[in-house]
């Protein structure tokens, strides 16, 4: 009877929704209330959205069984007597602890709790509500915590050199200051938890400057570890540990940094993640598809799909060159060239004649399917003009234009271009197709967005209607945004009547 009512509630985190649910079942008849009573392992929770008596009751009649406990800064604000005597008898019984989510107004009032061993807990959710904090580590359950396989901790220093840390599998750390955490301790906590599998980082800046006699001398190889996350941590700190470590396995690969231009490191992203570049080719032959961002002072990329391999970066350079470098030695260019469905967005303030000459470089990439060109600067007619340029393919097989599989380009109204250049461009790249050289070019589908300038719009009706018409263009469609009244959106087909 024990194992039907267990089925019939929810497995739903937290768990405060499934003990109140244990109570409705217990109305179904006598023999269910009988059954769910005496039965230790589904009075499991003990949680700050229920009341003080039904956690004692769950604590009394779960025995020896284990205990998920959710004690939340919700629970704590509404009733914080309540939830500290809550607190007295949930680590009374901090040995049967399996899972546990935990808010603390301050790192004090954590360490005053948590001083216990709690030698069954697998998975533990512990957060500071104070950001005026010391920076002195605290050491969890007395560094007793045996089955810990899943740690995450936030706005909390935490003693990294607790023995439990070589069982972690998962840990995820938030919002710690330079003087709580440093890139040193990061590796040291790496070389000392070989079992980890996911390594994720958010919000912090880490001290990055090693003593002398702490430089990583070896390189840590990391088999196990799968999943690493960086998100809004600094530069130097992510270039310091990346560079250090050998991840072979790894499946998930996130850098996502927040810290504008200056960066310290001119040489980012080489060569702290040229050893990730097998990873990322892998990740392109899985996905088959990828989005590359490129702006003045950063880039973005990533590559998502159904498969278990992806990538996000959203990451810094001193410079244009270096990022397109980078990308190019992970594709490869020509006949070495790992071609997939590639989406470009090009979004500049300025483009100089170093900035022109890294994308006539890059333009020799096959698996660029769609351009978009942001913002309405002057860059626009630069790069129009690039694509109406053709080239030797670095294959050998003939000229090719750039981009050489572009079928989609979209373009921001701006005053920086006008129809006659999108008609130049039109001319120059299917105007020299040669159909004998056995490279399909193919067409090319053209977007205007007139956002954000509704009234505005490049051209009239009859010049985009003769650019639909011209060879090489497979559709033109006009988008409006904004508040404009009518249609929003104009595809030009050889019959649109004007």
């Known amino acids: 009877m024990s194992y039907i009512v267990a089925l019939c509630l929810p497995e739903t985190t937290p768990g405060w929704s499934r003990m109140k649910a244990l109570y409705s079942t217990r109305l179904v008849s006598r023999m269910w209330k009988n059954a769910i009573e005496s039965t230790p392992s589904l009075w499991n929770v003990v949680s700050s959205a229920l009341p003080l008596q039904v956690n004692s009751t769950a604590i009394q009649r779960s025995s020896c069984s284990p205990l998920d406990v959710y004690i939340t800064k919700r629970g704590v604000r509404s009733n914080q007597r309540q939830t500290s005597e809550l607190l007295a008898l949930a680590t009374r019984e901090i040995r049967r602890w399996s899972t546990a989510v935990l808010w603390f107004p301050s790192p004090d009032v954590c360490s005053f709790h948590l001083a216990s061993p709690a030698p069954q807990l697998r998975a533990l959710r512990v957060t500071s509500g104070s950001w005026n904090r010391s920076s002195r580590p605290i050491t969890l359950f007395g560094g007793i915590a045996p089955k810990l396989e899943t740690l995450e901790v936030d706005r909390l220093p935490v003693d990294w050199t607790s023995p439990f840390i070589c069982g972690l599998r998962v840990l995820d750390i938030f919002s710690l200051r330079q003087e709580e955490l440093s890139a040193q301790q990061v590796l040291?906590?790496?070389?000392?938890?070989?079992?980890?599998?996911?390594?994720?980082?958010?919000?912090?800046?880490?001290?990055?400057?090693?003593?002398?006699?702490?430089?990583?001398?070896?390189?840590?190889?990391?088999?196990?570890?799968?999943?690493?996350?960086?998100?809004?941590?600094?530069?130097?700190?992510?270039?310091?540990?990346?560079?250090?470590?050998?991840?072979?396995?790894?499946?998930?690969?996130?850098?996502?940094?927040?810290?504008?231009?200056?960066i310290g490191v001119p040489s980012f992203p080489e060569p702290a993640l040229s050893h990730f570049n097998d990873f990322l080719r892998l990740t392109l032959s899985a996905n088959s598809i990828s989005t590359i961002h490129f702006s003045d002072n950063r880039m973005g990329w990533e590559s998502r799909s159904t498969s278990r391999l992806e990538f996000e970066l959203d990451i810094p350079y001193d410079a244009l060159a270096i990022g397109v470098r980078w990308v190019t030695n992970v594709l490869g260019l020509g006949t070495q060239e790992l071609v997939h469905n590639m989406e470009v967005v090009f979004d500049h303030e300025r483009l100089d004649d170093d900035d022109l000459a890294t994308y006539y470089s890059f333009s020799s990439c096959q698996s660029v399917t769609e351009l978009k060109l942001h913002s309405d600067h002057m860059f626009t007619r630069p790069i129009l003009e690039l694509l109406g340029t053709w080239r030797e393919s670095d294959g050998g097989t003939g000229r090719l234009p750039a981009f050489s599989s572009l079928e989609i380009l979209v373009l921001e109204a701006s005053s920086g271009w006008t129809l006659d250049d999108l008609e130049v461009l039109v001319s120059r790249r299917f105007g020299e197709r040669d159909d004998g050289i056995g490279r399909y070019i193919p067409n090319?589908?053209?977007?205007?967005?007139?956002?954000?300038?509704?009234?505005?719009?490049?051209?009239?009706?009859?010049?985009?209607?003769?650019?639909?018409?011209?060879?090489?263009?497979?559709?033109?469609?006009?988008?409006?945004?904004?508040?404009?009244?009518?249609?929003?959106?104009?595809?030009?087909?050889?019959?649109?009547?004007?």
């Not at 000392?192 to 003593?211: K, M, V, Y």
């Not at 001398?217 to 130097?236: D, R, V």
């Not at 003769?466 to 050889?494: F, H, P, Q, S, W």
Request: aromatic content about 6%; proline content about 5%.
């Open 188 to 262: 040291d906590l790496l070389a000392s938890a070989p079992l980890l599998e996911r390594l994720g980082i958010h919000n912090s800046t880490l001290d990055h400057h090693f003593q002398s006699s702490h430089i990583p001398l070896t390189i840590l190889q990391l088999p196990n570890l799968k999943i690493i996350i960086f998100q809004g941590i600094n530069t130097e700190a992510t270039v310091v540990i990346l560079s250090s470590i050998r991840a072979p396995n790894c499946t998930a690969l996130g850098i996502i940094d927040w810290w504008g231009e200056e």
């Open 444 to 498: 090319l589908s053209i977007v205007l967005r007139a956002w954000p300038y509704p009234d505005y719009g490049p051209g009239s009706k009859a010049q985009l209607q003769r650019l639909r018409r011209a060879k090489g263009v497979n559709r033109l469609i006009r988008i409006y945004g904004g508040d404009t009244l009518g249609m929003l959106a104009v595809v030009y087909e050889d019959d649109t009547e004007l």
